[in-house]
T-cell receptor, first 112, second 113 residues
């Protein structure tokens, strides 16, 4: 089975901190994605990448950046964490040419 | 502009009955549709999908119906079980979109014993 691993299940950070969320997949998937899930808003795409060192903005990229130096790893960076970035963050990956995603278990980030 | 809409935030059904979850979309370029199930504190898991060349796809207790003219799809769960209680997300993708999925806001299904 494809496995997508997010480094932390729960994280508490202070306002203004730089935060790194790590995601690793083990099935050689080309595409990787970062979403956030908020009550009443569903899943919203932050950034995605379809190749190493390639990245594209999703629907809500403001306040975030990403890094994909290796195919299996996709990092989400909160440059200066704010309380409105408190959310559940979900990483996903997929094969090129296949639309189905495999999601990680999520990281519940609280910014205080 | 919300391209994938799940207008019912929640649905409650009795165990053994049918659950019907609905989804509407506005983008006529969408050609592949999926349903995901999500339990609290876990990532979504893939449930079932359908291509726009079909109008029905069945997998065990789960059936997805697609009505392209109405831009509507639905997920039927028969019979519903308490373990089906979760948030269900409808998602869609368009060819040429780098296989980016657009999700609806989700419907919380509660199956009562």
């Amino acid at each position: 089975d494809v496995k997508v691993t997010q480094s932390s299940r729960y994280l508490v950070k202070r306002t203004g901190e730089k935060v790194f969320l790590e995601c690793v997949q083990d099935m050689d998937h080309e595409n990787m994605f970062w979403y956030r899930q908020d009550p009443g808003l569903g899943l919203r795409l932050i950034y995605f990448s379809y190749d190493v060192k390639m990245k594209e903005k999703g629907d809500i990229p403001e306040g975030y950046s990403v890094s994909r130096e290796k195919k299996e790893r996709f990092s989400l960076i909160l440059e200066s964490a704010s309380t409105n970035q408190t959310s559940m963050y979900l990483c996903a990956s997929s094969l090129a040419g296949y639309s189905g995603y495999t999601f990680g278990s999520g990281t519940r980030l609280t910014v205080v | 502009d919300q391209q994938v809409k799940q207008n019912s935030p929640s649905l409650s059904v009795q165990e053994g009955r049918i659950s019907i979850l609905n989804c509407d979309y506005t983008n006529s370029m969408f050609d592949y549709f999926l349903w995901y199930k999500k339990y609290p504190a876990e990532g979504p898991t893939f449930l079932i999908s359908i291509s726009s060349i079909k109008d029905k796809n069945e997998d065990g207790r789960f059936t997805v119906f697609l009505n392209k003219s109405a831009k509507h799809l639905s997920l039927h769960i028969v019979p519903s079980q308490p373990g089906d209680s979760a948030v269900y997300f409808c998602a869609a993708s368009a060819e040429g979109s780098n296989y980016k999925l657009t999700f609806g806001k989700g419907t919380l299904l509660t199956v009562n014993p």
